[in-house]
């Protein structure tokens, strides 16, 4: 008789480990890749917090419900102006309070009207980011988390 619970077990440890061995590379080549963007201030025109919906830079809400960052900015490169809504590298994880301080300094430099520096693409300047960093607290969580997904799957295939 088939047991659906370990099925289901099996998949989800699957699908984890198939989605951190596909983002954590995907993570660390942008961070190569923006390694030689280079600063440029920028004037940050609006910025919220959403509901979380989609990819992004989270946060925690006060109700414990995920938030988004949304920011639009401006800046100029070689004589042209670019708009620019990235924030980070990091797309959605929430394991860390690193996104809520991060938007608190984009709240005070925007409410005093502050440029931020932001990193441009010299290769295509409509590519930027504000941040390129991560916290290695994240990728320490979902490495702990796919070693257990690592030990659900032989556990469930022996």
């Not at 619970?5 to 951190?20: D, M, P, Q, T, V």
């Not at 963007?37 to 004037?43: D, F, H, R, S, T």
């Not at 938007?103 to 502050?114: F, G």
């Amino acid at each position: 008789m088939v047991n659906y619970r370990e099925w289901i077990i099996f998949i989800a440890a699957f699908i984890w480990l198939a989605l951190y061995f596909f983002y954590v590379p995907l993570l660390l080549i942008n961070i190569a890749r923006s390694k030689h963007w280079v600063l440029c201030p920028a004037l940050i025109e609006e910025l919220s917090i959403s509901s979380y919906i989609g990819t992004g830079p989270a946060l925690l809400g006060s109700s414990g419900s995920p938030k988004k960052i949304k920011v639009k900015y401006r800046y100029e490169y070689q004589g042209s102006i670019f708009y620019g809504h990235m924030v980070s590298v990091l797309d959605g994880w929430l394991f860390s309070n690193y996104n809520s301080k991060l938007y608190e300094n984009l709240k005070k430099a925007h409410e005093n009207k502050q440029h931020i520096q932001v990193f441009v693409n010299p290769v295509r300047p409509s590519m930027s980011l504000i941040d390129r960093y991560f916290d290695s607290l994240d990728i320490g969580m979902a490495t702990l988390f796919t070693i257990f997904c690592c030990g659900a799957i032989y556990f469930l295939w022996s």
